[in-house]
């Protein structure tokens, strides 16, 4: 049986940002079979070491012995839990264990889905969240890691590391970590390594299967853009290089995994979509949230998921940060509909048994809006300094949401943190009246709020449209009801409440004063699939264009399906992708539609030389049962690939 050896060797430095009160460092001794791993684990003790330790230990590894320095000291197993008793040893200073096994983590419903530890002949990747040697629990140390691996194979773990030396045929890695890290994973497989830009201090690389460089390359020049804005905004981390490990499908096409200088990525976002880049600046964030600053509960995933929303609107504009806060106010409102509200302060560790929706709703998306809306009372400047300083003080420190919530909580951010962080969405309803006024049209109307056991102190945007033209007011309600006036040149097409997404409450974001007409319009030409003039083309995305501009409502999705559709007769294929996948993802209009949304993505993909993906549409049409038009193409374009015909 081919074995792949991993010597790690865990020294102990004086750094006293952690406090180990057991344990000061671990000496490791691995050897990765195909299918298990045997492990002698050396454990460092601190002077006045209790007579008893508790260690976490995964149940899939076996105990084969035990050496504390006297024949006396026992140890007991229990679930996950290693009991040693040191009767008769207390002045030794190392505990010795050799032991076997495979590790393995399943993930999603019932743990039956994506495996996120495992040791197998293709690849090793296990994570530092899986107690894979005996360790106690939030414990830190520095560490030295010698790692030894097949000549093929290339390797990760906490640390720094030099150039890999050869020895008896394998591969000699060094790792040493030079502040304390409390848990190490590990990773080794047949990558392919690929180094970023290179600028500053920091060397950014990519550890990559075969066949994704170009991905790899992509996400390296995103690592550096997200590495750049978050020093600027909350400080700079202790790091001379960071690592972006490609993991195998079995891993999850969209699963991310921050660890100590590096982060595990699943294979899909090695792709062109964007959110690729969003799930490697999410996790890159977690070395600010999470590794420097560790949260016993949530509030690594708000921090982490605020700073993504800043480096989407950095990296991509305005109008990509407007759709992440918007997704994001949905999320929590369906959660809500759903009956799964509660307090910030109780949400769970992840994985503790609270509901995954009810998790995700409250840790990653309310906990944004909660920091956005905070930003917003503030300034981001303001804001920054106070993040900035949190980070600096608390570096090395395992905190709470509490001790976020004393930093956040100050001056006109207060009400923001008061009103949001229990149970309670407010609901925000828009009345109006058009008047004329002379030469200009007079909009005078009122905002409502309701749905929560008391008003909430709002400031909400108004704007009313006419054209190209916006005007705007500022509603600030303390009570149920506040009133607003608007003037504008011309008759209004739209009245919008909150367009911009800031708010995390309940309303129709615009109200659009003939919208159907609008449709009927455009969808004469979208409708046409034969339809070539560029004219009209171009009259129907502006006119759906404009539409979503006012607040398009139900027809939101429909927008899209359309721009999409028609964009792509206009050769603009890239554009025509996004408001497609967009169109999708909000439903796409009706069954008709989505069904020539996955035509068309398809034809995209065949253009573009992929294949899978383009069958992987045509299926999708092929699949609804249909014998219509669009239908019949999609049978034609498995057989033969689209060409532009």
Not at 351 to 360: F, I, K, L, N, S
Not at 599 to 607: F, H, K, P, S, T
Request: charged share 30%; net charge neutral.
């Amino acid at each position: 049986m081919r074995s792949l050896l991993v010597v790690v060797a865990l020294l102990v430095f004086a750094v006293p940002a952690f406090a180990a009160p057991d344990v000061e460092g671990y000496e490791l001794t691995v050897v990765v079979h195909d299918e298990r791993l045997e492990v002698e684990a050396v454990l460092a003790l601190a002077a006045g070491a209790g007579r008893t330790l508790e260690l976490d230990l995964s149940p899939t590894m076996r105990v084969e012995s035990m050496d504390a320095g006297s024949p006396e000291a026992t140890f007991a197993r229990e679930g996950s839990k290693l009991t040693v008793d040191r009767k008769g040893c207390a002045d030794a200073t190392t505990l010795r264990f050799r032991l076997t096994g495979s590790p393995r983590n399943q993930f999603s419903k019932q743990r039956g889905g994506f495996l996120r530890t495992v040791v197998g002949p293709e690849a090793t990747y296990v994570r530092s969240q899986y107690a894979w040697y005996p360790r106690l629990s939030g414990d830190a140390a520095t560490y030295r890691t010698v790692v030894k691996a097949r000549k093929d194979w290339r390797v990760r773990t906490a640390g720094e590391t030099a150039e890999p030396t050869e020895e008896n045929g394998l591969r000699v890695w060094t790792f040493v970590t030079e502040r304390p890290v409390r848990d190490v994973g590990l990773v080794a497989g047949p990558y392919v390594r690929r180094k970023g830009p290179g600028n500053g201090d920091l060397l950014i690389d990519a550890l990559v299967l075969p066949g994704d460089e170009e991905g790899a390359d992509r996400l390296l020049g995103v690592a550096q853009s997200v590495f750049d804005h978050y020093t600027a905004r909350f400080g700079a981390v202790e790091l001379k290089r960071f690592t972006i490990v490609e993991m195998p499908r079995a891993f999850g096409v969209g699963s991310g995994y921050g660890e100590d200088g590096y982060v595990l990525i699943g294979r899909g976002a090695f792709g062109d979509a964007s959110w690729g880049a969003d799930l490697v600046a999410h996790e890159i964030a977690h070395t600010w949230w999470g590794r420097e600053v560790s949260f016993r509960r949530f509030a690594s995933e708000t921090l982490a998921t605020y700073a993504t929303l800043g480096w989407i609107e950095s990296a991509r504009g305005a109008d990509a940060g407007r759709k992440e806060r918007r997704r994001a106010i949905e999320t929590v409102l369906r959660a809500a509909d759903a009956g799964k509200e509660i307090a910030l302060a109780e949400i769970e560790a992840w994985g503790r048994g609270m509901d995954p929706e009810t998790y995700r709703a409250h840790a990653y998306e309310k906990g944004m809006m909660l920091l956005s809306m905070v930003e917003d009372a503030l300034g981001r400047k303001k804001l920054d300094a106070r993040l900035s300083g949190f980070f600096a003080d608390h570096r090395g420190v395992v905190v709470e949401w509490s001790d976020l919530r004393r930093v956040l909580a100050k001056g006109p951010a207060r009400s923001v943190v008061e009103q949001w962080e229990v149970p309670g969405i407010p609901t925000l309803e828009v009345t109006f009246e058009v008047s004329k006024s002379g030469r200009r049209q007079k909009v005078k109307g009122a905002v409502t709020q309701a749905g929560t056991a008391k008003p909430f102190r709002l400031v909400v945007p108004v704007v009313v449209r006419s054209g190209e033209a916006e005007a705007e007011d500022v509603v600030k309600l303390s009570r149920q009801k506040a009133a607003f006036t608007v003037s504008v040149d011309a008759p209004p097409d739209a009245v919008l409440l909150d367009p911009d997404w800031r708010l995390l409450v309940r309303a129709p974001r615009g109200q659009v004063l003939d919208a159907g007409a609008v449709i009927d319009e455009a969808f004469q030409v979208v409708n046409a699939p034969n339809e070539k003039d560029r004219t009209k083309n171009e009259n129907a995305v502006r006119l759906l264009r404009e539409l979503l501009a006012a607040g398009a409502g139900k027809h939101e999705g429909l927008c899209h399906t359309g721009i999409g559709r028609c964009l792509f007769r206009l050769g603009r294929n890239e554009g025509a992708k996004k408001e497609l996948e967009e169109a999708l993802r909000l439903g796409g209009g009706g069954p008709f539609h989505r069904r020539w949304i996955h035509l068309r993505l398809g034809c995209i993909a065949d253009l573009a030389g992929k294949r899978n993906e383009a069958s992987a549409h045509y299926q999708e049409v092929v699949a609804s049962g249909k014998g219509d038009y669009t239908t019949k193409l999609a049978k034609r374009y498995l057989e033969t690939p689209y060409d532009g015909d």
